[in-house]
């Protein structure tokens, strides 16, 4: 077994945040406060954010692209945060089914121009996160800190300039499932060698900006 994890730094390209909403939450700078449908996605990512469970039911069937965004016409993402929930690509998905997910699962999604009506090409799933692992040494850590007032909880920053071996775990880290997500660490998936290693040999690993991690003995 391998004493390297690797976490998902994909939010330090900018390009890997799509100005997503769900159908019916309409393509304006201030939406009503009274939507509905607002309402619920904002509250939805509210629960990720605090790792409270998600019902698939809750997970809206179709996203489409506000106009201002133009990023429906880039080349296509294996994996991007689609209005604040993880999205992968199938290919992504394949690599994922093939090991230990543990409790985080694939969900389909429909995403859509910005017309609400042309689906963009190819299958898409949400990645949702079940598996938390508390194993993060924020103190022999660098290239973190704190997130807002939350002086527990960390966010990698592009700023920070975080490189390989950056980051520490505790060697509990290592049992379980192949992918999961630390509580210290805001929005940031995490993955086993193997995993990370599948993914490379799948071609998809570079939207997934894999920063290795160090792992130490307790």
Same mark, same amino acid.
């Given at each position: ?10 939010h330090?390209?900018p390009?890997?945040?799509? =100005?997503y909403r769900p ?8 939406p009503?406060? !009274?939507? +509905? @449908?607002?309402?619920a996605?904002? %509250? *939805?990512?509210?629960r990720q954010?605090s ?5 698939d039911? $809750? *997970?809206?069937?179709?996203l ?5 965004? $133009? ?7 294996? @994996?991007?945060s689609a209005?604040?929930?993880l999205v ?5 998905a !394949?690599?994922?089914r093939?090991?230990?997910?543990? $409790?985080?699962? *694939?969900?389909?999604v ?11 090409? =190819?299958d898409?799933?949400y #990645?949702v996160?079940?598996d938390?692992?508390?194993? /993060? ?5 660098r290239?973190?800190?704190?997130l =807002?007032?939350?002086? +527990?909880? /960390?966010?990698?920053r592009n ?5 390989? =071996?950056? #980051?520490v /775990?505790?060697?509990?880290? #290592?049992a379980?499932? !192949? @992918?999961? /997500? !630390?509580?210290?660490i805001?929005?940031?998936? @995490?993955?086993?060698?193997? #995993? %990370?290693t599948?993914?490379k040999? %799948?071609?998809? %690993? ?7 991690c ?5």
């Open positions: 077994m391998s004493d390297v994890v690797w976490l998902s730094n994909m330090r390209n390009s890997t945040t799509y =100005g159908v019916g939450f309409p393509d304006v700078p201030r009503p406060r !009274d939507n +509905e @449908i607002g309402i996605f904002d %509250a *939805l990512i509210e954010e790792h409270l469970p998600i019902e039911h $809750a *997970l809206p069937k179709q489409y692209a506000v106009k201002r965004w $133009a990023g429906h016409k880039r080349p296509k993402r294996d @994996i991007l209005g604040g929930l992968v690509s199938s290919a992504s !394949d690599v994922l093939a090991h230990n997910m543990g $409790a985080s699962r *694939l969900v389909p429909n995403l859509l121009h910005p017309d609400q009506k042309t689906e963009l090409a =190819g898409w799933f #990645l996160l079940g938390g692992k508390p194993c /993060f040494k924020g103190e022999l850590s290239g973190v800190r704190p =807002g007032r939350k002086k +527990e909880v /960390f966010m990698v700023a920070d300039h975080v490189s390989d =071996g950056d #980051l /775990f505790s060697k509990t880290v #290592l379980g499932p !192949d @992918i999961w /997500f !630390d509580p210290a805001f929005f940031a998936p @995490i993955l086993s060698d193997r #995993l %990370a599948a993914l040999a %799948a071609k998809v %690993a570079k939207d997934w900006d894999l920063l290795r160090r792992v130490i003995s307790d």
